[in-house]
């Protein structure tokens, strides 16, 4: 059994180690074991940052969670079903959990829970390299507990899953095997891609929220863009979409090249990432789509303003066309569903015509404002509204520059 106590106290903070001593401490006599569990421990073991810290306790209730958070100067805020709790301390969180096994009544359905052994707690997880724990006992600090050779897949780089019904029990571990691999680098181990694709059906009985959420997942992350390739190189995105579907001659963006990022381009928001997979859809689709991850009107408009987004891409690309028909095109459209749009179809001129939109003609304004057109002896209503987009016009397509010559203009239409 090999010990990580050298690698805890070199990765975690001295705050964190103390928080770690201090739950350990609360949790003596009244636990039978208490554990780093899941992400971290992969994380730790392969010399990645660590953002969340899970805890899982042998016995824990909710008394012993609110003593924990006690020592912690922290307190519960949250308490869900089966004895998962979130400790806040300052703006840290940490998630301490009972130790549970887990049974699948039917595939897709959320499983039902009871308290368990670690050896359960790990049994039920996802893939051998989130299968691992470190002991935080005081008696066995650092110990490292992998019964199913999680850190021999790491040595191999390998996404195994524990059992063969993995998949098939949850289908959005589909998701996260893809999520890891991209993230970590790491195959998927033979039996787990045959088990994977043989599972690809069970997607059907995910809920549109379960869905959305793994795409967020997808979206959040560095790697996004290779995820969702190999997500649709797998099949994957095709179940997900039945019949409709990204145009696969579509690309995923170099956001590198579109955006004109010298190096390291922020990982884009998540709407935009949702145009980029909305791109290649028809309005039917792109209404199915919807409702399949039952998105928010938010999300929603993304969609379907990438749709318009593309259906202007000829006019877009139309040679001498004017700013200003640009910026009409586009002003009433998602900023996001424009970037995504633009990103998946970058180096045509339509793309560049998007761009301008967002890096210039989006910003400009008037300077003449409807209080100086009523100062100015028009009267308060919509053709206030009509003359300054006028000007906007005429300042888009460049005929007039500044002030004095919004309002020559401005004498010339109300003459
Ligand atoms: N888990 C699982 N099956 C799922 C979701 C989660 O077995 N469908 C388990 C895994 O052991 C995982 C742990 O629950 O490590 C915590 O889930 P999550 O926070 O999603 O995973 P992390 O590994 O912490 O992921 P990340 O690094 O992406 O935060």
Request: glycine share 8%.
């Amino acid at each position: 059994m090999s010990n990580l106590a050298s690698i805890l106290e070199s990765r975690l903070s001295s705050q964190r180690l103390r928080w770690l001593r201090a739950l350990a401490e609360a949790s003596r006599n009244r636990a039978t074991g208490i554990y780093i569990v899941g992400g971290v421990v992969r994380d730790l073991l392969l010399d990645r940052p660590i953002v969340d810290m899970d805890i899982s306790v042998s016995g824990l209730d909710e008394q012993l969670a609110s003593d924990m958070a006690d020592a912690l100067d922290g307190r519960v805020t949250s308490h869900s079903q089966f004895n998962t709790f979130k400790i806040e301390i300052d703006s840290t969180v940490i998630d301490v959990a009972m130790t549970r096994q887990e049974s699948y009544a039917n595939p897709g359905a959320l499983p039902e829970v009871l308290p368990g052994s670690l050896e359960q707690d790990l049994a039920r997880r996802d893939f051998s390299v989130n299968a691992m724990a470190v002991d935080i006992s005081s008696d066995a600090w650092g110990e490292l507990l992998d019964p199913f050779n999680g850190q021999g897949d790491l040595n191999r780089s390998f996404i195994r899953v524990l059992h063969p019904k993995s998949f098939s029990d949850d289908a959005t571990r589909i998701f996260r095997a893809v999520r890891y691999s991209q993230r970590l680098g790491f195959a998927l181990q033979d039996e787990t891609a045959m088990l994977l694709q043989n599972s690809l059906g069970r997607l059907d009985a995910i809920s549109g929220d379960r869905m959305r959420h793994e795409f967020q997942k997808v979206f959040a992350e560095a790697c996004a863009g290779p995820i969702l390739s190999r997500l649709d190189e797998l099949g994957v995105l095709g179940v997900v979409f039945g019949p409709l579907g990204r145009h696969s001659s579509l690309p995923w963006p170099d956001w590198q090249a579109s955006e004109g990022f010298s190096e390291n381009p922020p990982n884009p928001e998540e709407l935009v990432w949702l145009s980029t997979l909305a791109c290649g859809l028809t309005p039917g689709e792109a209404g199915l789509f919807a409702r399949r991850l039952n998105m928010d009107s938010n999300w929603s408009t993304v969609v379907r303003d990438t749709v318009a987004v593309e259906g202007l891409l000829d006019e877009l690309c139309s040679h001498g066309i004017l700013r200003s028909r640009i910026y009409q095109m586009l002003n009433q459209l998602h900023p996001a569903a424009l970037r995504g749009v633009a990103a998946t179809h970058d180096g045509s001129a339509a793309s560049g015509n998007i761009h301008l939109y967002l890096q210039e003609l989006q910003g400009m304004r008037t300077e003449l404002t409807g209080r100086d057109l009523m100062a100015l002896g028009i009267d308060e209503g919509p053709e206030i509204g009509r003359l300054l987009n006028a000007l906007l016009e005429a300042r888009l397509d460049g005929s007039i520059a500044d002030r004095l010559s919004e309002e020559a203009l401005l004498r010339r239409m109300i003459s």
